[in-house]
């Protein structure tokens, strides 16, 4: 069976085929991450080239010396020479020549709070975010955007600074890309461009579930939109828990993840979870999308129902972007609450270009869950012993459903795709999975 790489198979009684993401689909993971430093490929060949530049100028000067030749051709030379040194490449942009691009020290301290002393913007870096859920199809919305789009930019990994309280290193990643491709302001942009401005986009499953990442994104990025994925509780449990134990070996029995992922909090954990906590960020907790989702600050949450759905103490961080919601079905073509998906994001992020239908997108190499030694590990949520732990994953997933269809809904500042497809999609969290036949 074929599959998105970071999903399982939506009838849980079925073969059990489950794929590792080649980055993985929570940042806390312990699996090798390849951390981004910024030199992308563009870079790269931008440097080649200008050697390239360098050396055919050499020789081309040696040749005019050798000539003789001196005057107003040799001026024009020198000029011609400094405008190839510096003159983009197709993919690249300039700054102003009244308004230089600041240099990395003119944007941030070491502590990322320099623009708060000084009054430096950095709020046109980053247009966009994938902030969540894990195990909810965001690595395939990471390729589907990040390599489908001329329009978009994203770094290939995860990208969770923000929540870790080091927007600092978030824009030394995107330093680079934004020179080329015109975000400073005051930027000179070339013609073959047509006036087109790449998005900036990253991706962090975990964002919304910690304490700082909604906080730093409202203060450095005010205006920037979210993309947010959810799927039903009870498969989100197992997709999450199985990840992990193959990750990770041997997780505590299920029945004991009923709750908060870290004790005393309801964040969860943000730094080296995978090995610190007891739950290694597994806990029925963390199905409680509609917990983070309020974060946002989007509804009035000023009646007694709304908030008798609301039980947590997290911050409320209003967020004046706007936010694109998913439910994983949707990413599955197979599915009809997919069929407009790549016409609404487009609309959401503003592309001109159309991206592809999600049929026609090439799902990174993923390596499967092989190794015996480690789906020894694995739980199968549908079996009479994790029945207690379904009801209270299904009891979740009534409560999500009911806030996110009767408020979270009502924001013009929600878009959903195929609205009366997400509405079913939303309303069969209420049922037990391993009912449907």
Same mark, same amino acid.
């Given at each position: 069976?074929?599959?998105?790489?970071?999903?399982?198979?939506?009838?849980?009684?079925?073969?059990?085929?489950?794929?590792?993401?080649?980055?993985?689909?929570?940042?806390?993971?312990?699996?090798?991450?390849?951390?981004?430093?910024?030199?992308?490929?563009?870079?790269?060949?931008?440097?080649?080239?200008?050697?390239?530049?360098?050396?055919?100028?050499?020789?081309?000067?040696?040749?005019?010396?050798?000539?003789?030749?001196?005057?107003?051709?040799?001026?024009?030379?020198?000029?011609?020479?400094?405008?190839?040194?510096?003159?983009?490449?197709?993919?690249?942009?300039?700054?102003?020549?009244?308004?230089?691009?600041?240099?990395?020290?003119?944007?941030?301290?070491? @502590?990322? +709070?320099?623009?708060?002393?000084?009054?430096?913007?950095?709020?046109?870096? /980053?247009?966009? &975010?994938? $902030?969540?859920? %894990?195990?909810?199809?965001?690595?395939?919305?990471?390729?589907?955007?990040?390599?489908?789009?001329?329009?978009?930019?994203?770094?290939?990994?995860?990208?969770?600074?923000?929540?870790?309280?080091?927007?600092?290193?978030?824009?030394?990643?995107?330093y680079d890309q934004s020179v080329i491709h015109g975000k400073f302001p005051g930027a000179l942009r070339s013609d073959e461009d047509d006036n087109r401005m790449v998005l900036h986009g990253l991706k962090c499953p975990k964002?919304?579930?910690?304490?700082?990442?909604?906080?730093?994104?409202?203060?450095?990025?005010?205006?920037?939109?979210?993309?947010?994925?959810?799927?039903?509780?009870?498969?989100?449990?197992?997709?999450?828990? @199985?990840? +992990?134990?193959?990750?990770?070996?041997?997780?505590?029995?299920?029945?004991? /993840?009923?709750? &908060?992922? $870290?004790?005393? %909090?309801?964040?969860?954990?943000?730094?080296?979870?995978?090995?610190?906590?007891?739950?290694?960020?597994?806990?029925?907790?963390?199905?409680?999308?509609?917990?983070?989702?309020?974060?946002?600050?989007?509804?009035?949450?000023?009646?007694?129902?709304?908030?008798?759905?609301?039980?947590?103490?997290?911050?409320?961080?209003?967020?004046?972007?706007?936010?694109?919601?998913?439910?994983?079905?949707?990413?599955?073509?197979?599915?009809?609450?997919?069929?407009?998906?790549?016409?609404?994001?487009?609309?959401?992020?503003?592309?001109?270009?159309?991206?592809?239908?999600?049929?026609?997108?090439?799902?990174?190499?993923?390596?499967?869950?092989?190794?015996?030694?480690?789906?020894?590990?694995?739980?199968?949520?549908?079996?009479?012993?994790?029945?207690?732990?379904?009801?209270?994953?299904?009891?979740?997933?009534?409560?999500?459903?009911?806030?996110?269809?009767?408020?979270?809904?009502?924001?013009?500042?929600?878009?959903?795709?195929?609205?009366?497809?997400?509405?079913?999609?939303?309303?069969?969290?209420?049922?037990?999975?391993?009912?449907?036949?």
């Amino acid at each position: 069976m074929n599959y998105l790489d970071d999903e399982e198979p939506n009838n849980t009684q079925d073969e059990l085929v489950f794929i590792v993401p080649a980055t993985g689909d929570d940042d806390d993971s312990s699996y090798e991450h390849s951390e981004w430093k910024g030199k992308s490929q563009q870079r790269q060949r931008e440097i080649q080239r200008r050697q390239s530049v360098y050396f055919a100028a050499g020789i081309c000067l040696g040749l005019i010396l050798v000539a003789g030749i001196e005057g107003n051709v040799f001026g024009e030379f020198i000029s011609l020479f400094l405008r190839l040194n510096t003159a983009p490449s197709p993919t690249t942009k300039i700054c102003a020549m009244d308004e230089a691009c600041p240099s990395m020290n003119d944007l941030v301290d070491p @502590n990322g +709070r320099k623009r708060h002393q000084n009054g430096v913007d950095i709020s046109w870096m /980053l247009d966009f &975010a994938i $902030v969540g859920n %894990s195990k909810c199809g965001t690595s395939f919305l990471l390729r589907y955007l990040g390599k489908s789009s001329p329009d978009i930019y994203m770094p290939p990994d995860e990208l969770c600074k923000m929540s870790s309280n080091k927007p600092d290193e978030l824009v030394e990643t995107f330093y680079d890309q934004s020179v080329i491709h015109g975000k400073f302001p005051g930027a000179l942009r070339s013609d073959e461009d047509d006036n087109r401005m790449v998005l900036h986009g990253l991706k962090c499953p975990k964002e919304i579930a910690t304490e700082l990442g909604l906080i730093n994104y409202a203060k450095f990025f005010p205006d920037m939109k979210f993309i947010v994925t959810t799927r039903h509780p009870v498969l989100f449990f197992q997709s999450f828990y @199985n990840y +992990r134990a193959y990750g990770n070996g041997e997780l505590p029995p299920p029945s004991s /993840l009923i709750g &908060a992922c $870290v004790e005393g %909090s309801p964040y969860v954990c943000n730094k080296h979870c995978a090995i610190s906590t007891f739950t290694q960020n597994v806990c029925t907790d963390r199905a409680k999308f509609h917990h983070f989702l309020s974060r946002f600050g989007k509804t009035s949450m000023d009646s007694k129902e709304e908030m008798s759905l609301l039980q947590h103490s997290m911050g409320i961080v209003p967020i004046k972007g706007k936010i694109f919601l998913m439910e994983l079905e949707q990413l599955k073509p197979s599915n009809p609450a997919s069929r407009n998906i790549p016409d609404d994001l487009k609309a959401f992020l503003g592309l001109q270009h159309d991206l592809p239908e999600l049929e026609d997108v090439v799902v990174a190499e993923s390596t499967r869950y092989t190794d015996p030694t480690r789906t020894k590990y694995f739980i199968n949520i549908c079996d009479d012993e994790h029945s207690q732990l379904r009801k209270v994953l299904v009891d979740i997933g009534w409560e999500a459903s009911e806030w996110i269809l009767k408020y979270f809904l009502q924001s013009d500042d929600v878009v959903v795709s195929s609205r009366e497809e997400f509405i079913a999609l939303i309303g069969k969290w209420k049922e037990d999975p391993c009912d449907w036949k």
